[in-house]
């Protein structure tokens, strides 16, 4: 099994750290650039993490702002660290760049929380499930079938190397109870998603709640993922059919937080969720 990690999510840690030592040095990107004889954009996309640094260039911003010791060598690794691969970038080719971004920041994540209003979260399908709805979903948006296949093996690894991993990611999932009965292939592999579910609950770091059919929802909103990190800012990701974006913005994500928890407030308590679940299991065997 793939360990978990995130180069991405290093990557944006060390232009965070090599923005906060220039900041504290009260200099300016053109500074930098003027002294390392670099342009401006160069440093801007080292902070940025749009560009992973050479390992000459995190030696050459040290040498400027003055840093050795353990903090040089652990910029260093953490550079190194940072131009490793994850598993998810052989379908770098197939799937959104916002995506792949997601994919990484899950990897380095210590907790998910997941609204969704229309279909299963993806961390919490079977593969049958997977199957239908992105069959579906290529219909619609006119897929090549290779990036449909690749999209359905992403799901389940992601499953296998976040859930089942031994540091396993806690995932909270809201979703409202329309998803259990919203038809994805015929009753069998809905009937096998329920079961799936219920399962799958019982892991001590997942928790499923579910937003009954007559309680309006608190919030107006489609499916976001709000990402907490142990050292890292949290993210808020919005899905929507060719990809996504992140909110970064410390007010808005507190925003998407609050949201979650009135979603937290008016949803069914985890007993409850599952009772209805496995209640919903007898629809299906029709």
Same mark, same amino acid.
């Given at each position: 099994?793939?360990?978990?990690?995130?180069?991405?999510?290093?990557?944006?840690?060390?232009?965070?750290?090599?923005?906060?030592?220039?900041?504290?040095?009260?200099?300016?990107?053109?500074?930098?650039?003027?002294?390392?004889?670099?342009?401006?954009?160069?440093?801007?996309?080292?902070?940025?993490?749009?560009?992973?640094?050479?390992?000459?260039?995190?030696?050459? =911003?040290?040498?400027? %702002? +003055?840093?050795?010791?353990?903090? @040089?060598?652990? $910029?260093?690794? /953490?550079?190194?660290?940072?131009?490793?691969?994850?598993?998810?970038?052989?379908?770098?080719?197939?799937?959104?760049?916002?995506?792949?971004?997601?994919?990484?920041?899950?990897?380095?994540?210590?907790?998910?929380?997941?609204?969704?209003?229309?279909?299963?979260?993806?961390?919490?399908?079977?593969?049958?499930?997977?199957?239908?709805?992105?069959?579906?979903?290529?219909?619609?948006?006119?897929?090549?079938?290779?990036?449909?296949?690749?999209?359905?093996?992403?799901?389940?690894?992601?499953?296998?190397?976040?859930?089942?991993?031994?540091?396993?990611?806690?995932?909270?999932?809201?979703?409202?109870?329309?998803? =259990?009965?919203?038809? %994805? +292939?015929?009753?069998?592999?809905? @009937?096998?998603? $329920?079961?799936? /579910?219920?399962?799958?609950?019982?892991?001590?770091?997942?928790?499923?709640?579910?937003?009954?059919?007559?309680?309006?929802?608190?919030?107006?909103?489609?499916?976001?993922?709000?990402?907490?990190?142990?050292?890292?800012?949290?993210?808020?990701?919005?899905?929507?059919?060719?990809?996504?974006?992140?909110?970064?913005?410390?007010?808005?994500?507190?925003?998407?937080?609050?949201?979650?928890?009135?979603?937290?407030?008016?949803?069914?308590?985890?007993?409850?969720?599952?009772?209805?679940?496995?209640?919903?299991?007898?629809?299906?065997?029709?």
């Amino acid at each position: 099994m793939p360990e978990r990690g995130s180069p991405a999510l290093r990557r944006r840690r060390l232009g965070m750290e090599l923005r906060r030592l220039r900041e504290g040095l009260n200099m300016t990107g053109d500074e930098v650039s003027d002294r390392l004889g670099w342009s401006t954009a160069k440093v801007s996309r080292i902070e940025t993490a749009k560009t992973l640094a050479k390992e000459e260039d995190v030696e050459a =911003l040290c040498g400027l %702002y +003055g840093v050795d010791g353990h903090l @040089r060598e652990a $910029l260093v690794a /953490l550079r190194h660290d940072a131009a490793r691969k994850g598993w998810w970038e052989r379908y770098r080719s197939s799937v959104p760049e916002d995506y792949i971004t997601l994919i990484g920041m899950e990897a380095e994540a210590t907790m998910t929380r997941d609204w969704e209003p229309q279909v299963v979260p993806g961390l919490l399908q079977t593969k049958e499930y997977a199957r239908e709805l992105l069959a579906a979903g290529q219909h619609a948006s006119q897929l090549p079938s290779s990036w449909f296949q690749d999209r359905a093996e992403i799901r389940m690894m992601r499953q296998h190397t976040l859930l089942h991993a031994p540091r396993p990611l806690t995932h909270i999932s809201v979703f409202h109870e329309s998803v =259990l009965k919203n038809q %994805y +292939g015929d009753a069998r592999v809905m @009937r096998d998603q $329920l079961l799936h /579910l219920i399962e799958i609950s019982r892991l001590p770091h997942v928790e499923i709640r579910i937003l009954p059919q007559d309680v309006p929802p608190p919030v107006s909103t489609g499916t976001f993922v709000h990402l907490t990190f142990s050292d890292f800012p949290d993210v808020v990701y919005l899905e929507s059919l060719f990809g996504g974006r992140f909110i970064e913005d410390a007010e808005m994500v507190y925003g998407y937080e609050r949201a979650f928890g009135h979603l937290m407030e008016r949803a069914l308590d985890e007993t409850a969720s599952q009772e209805l679940m496995r209640n919903t299991t007898e629809y299906w065997k029709r």
